[in-house]
Structure formats: structure tokens, C-alpha cells
């Protein structure tokens, strides 16, 4: 054997070995997030996919997705990635249950090539389906809106709705969500069954850290300093917009 075959063998040799190192057992995830408040339906939400991430060694794919709806209005936040944390199979469910403000979620933990593949938002579809009929009326109004303050929720896009006698008292809180390259600020008004905070219980969804700020006219409202639908829908926006500037 020559001494340029035997140079040969050993590269074969070595890239043998480095195939069964422990790093190439890394997964690779699609790595995506999105944010969506305006025109989201259950049925026209489509998540493109177009790019991965290889993961550390024993990290998982995360997909994590937060339905919001309050009122006519609907918003998605969303993150998919690699996770330490431990593989679960899909978990649907409300954080918050109608009626008035509802916040369900979507997350699954995998470990399989590019396993964290939703698209759409059937999950939600099925869970909607189940839910109870809430059609009592109350004679309270709240402003209504979910977004971001200077995009979804102006002042001409806030709408004031009639609540649901369950959930009869006006709600306003300022949310921020983050998690990995997701790092977004929205805003939730509309009819609750209190206006304490929503998701006191819940600091994380998935891997997505969550931020609650009740907005500062619905702290003097539970005071008793007055009445959500007294004022115009406009005046929720001016509490804490400022808390969470970088």
C-alpha cells in the first residue's frame, strides 16, 4: 500500500469517527416567530416556514402559539425553536376561558428532524368547537381591541362592545411576551369576568416569558374613581405604554 492510499484510509478512517460523535446527534428545528393582530381567523392563519437551527446537544423543538380573542378582534404570538426543557406531546388549552377575554395556547415539545412543523390553527379550531355558548348580555360596553398601541389599537380602531353577563367588567392590560428572537408588546381592552390581571398564574407559555401590566385607569376603576365605558376608549391607551420601553 502506497503512503498516498495509506493517507486516504486514515481520512476515512477519521471522518468515520467523527460521524458517530455525539455532537451530530444535535437536532435540527425550525426557528420562527410571528405576531399577528389584524385579520387573523381560525381559518386564514398560515405559518411559512423557512428557516432551521441546529440545536444543542440534547435540546428539543419547541412550537408554542397564543390565540387571543376579545370581543370581533383576534391576535396570534407565536415561537418556534430549540428548548432544554423535557418532550411533551401537544397540549391545547385556555389559559383564560370565555366568555369576554380568552387566551388559549398551543405547545409541543420534540425531538425528532424538524418535528415542530405546525402551520395552521386547527388545534384551536377543535378546541373552539367544544367551548359552551355564552349569549347573556349585560348592559355594560368596554372598549375592545388587541395589538399594538400604535398600530391595531388606535384610538379609530378601538371599538366599544357590549359584554357578556359573566364577564361584565372592562379589562386593560399592557402584555409583553418573549422568547428567544420574539420580543413583542401588545395591548388587550375588552369585557372580563374582573380587571385584575389575566395571566397572573401563567409568568410562562411554552418557553415564551409573559409580562402582565394592568393598565392604570382600569386600577383606578376597581378604586371605585370610576367606569370603563364613562370614558372615551382612547383614554386606556395612556397608562403604562411607557413600562416596558427598552
Not at 386564514?44 to 423557512?50: C, H, P, R, S
Not at 398600530?151 to 362592545?161: A, D, G, K, S
Request: proline share 6%; aromatic share 8%; glycine share 6%.
Amino acid at each position: 500500500m502506497g503512503l498516498q492510499d495509506l493517507r486516504s484510509l486514515q481520512l476515512l478512517c477519521l471522518l468515520e469517527a467523527i460521524s458517530f460523535l455525539p455532537w451530530t446527534e444535535a437536532l435540527l428545528c425550525y426557528e420562527a416567530t410571528a405576531s399577528a393582530f389584524r385579520a387573523v381567523t381560525l381559518h386564514n392563519w398560515n405559518w411559512l416556514l423557512l428557516r432551521s437551527m441546529v440545536c444543542k446537544l440534547k435540546e428539543g423543538c419547541e412550537e408554542t402559539i397564543v390565540y387571543i380573542e376579545t370581543g370581533t378582534s383576534r391576535g396570534i404570538v407565536s415561537f418556534k425553536g430549540c428548548t432544554s426543557a423535557l418532550s411533551y406531546p401537544p397540549q391545547i388549552s385556555y389559559l383564560v376561558s370565555p366568555p369576554g377575554v380568552s387566551v388559549a395556547s398551543y405547545s409541543r415539545v420534540c425531538r425528532s428532524y424538524l418535528c415542530n412543523n405546525i402551520t395552521n390553527l386547527e388545534p384551536f379550531v377543535r378546541l373552539k368547537a367544544g367551548e359552551p355558548k355564552h349569549t347573556a348580555p349585560s348592559a355594560k360596553h368596554c372598549p375592545t381591541c388587541v395589538g399594538r398601541h400604535d398600530q391595531e389599537c388606535l384610538p379609530n380602531f378601538v371599538t366599544t362592545e357590549a359584554c357578556p353577563f359573566a364577564a361584565s367588567s372592562c379589562y386593560s392590560s399592557t402584555l409583553k411576551f418573549q422568547a428567544g428572537k420574539l420580543n413583542t408588546t401588545f395591548l388587550i381592552m375588552g369585557c372580563a369576568r374582573n380587571s385584575d390581571k389575566l395571566l397572573a398564574n401563567f409568568q410562562h407559555i411554552g418557553s415564551i416569558r409573559v409580562t402582565e401590566v394592568v393598565n392604570i385607569l382600569e386600577k383606578s376603576e376597581a378604586a371605585g374613581a370610576g367606569h370603563c365605558s364613562q370614558g372615551p376608549p382612547w383614554s386606556i391607551l395612556l397608562g403604562p405604554l411607557l413600562i416596558f420601553r427598552d
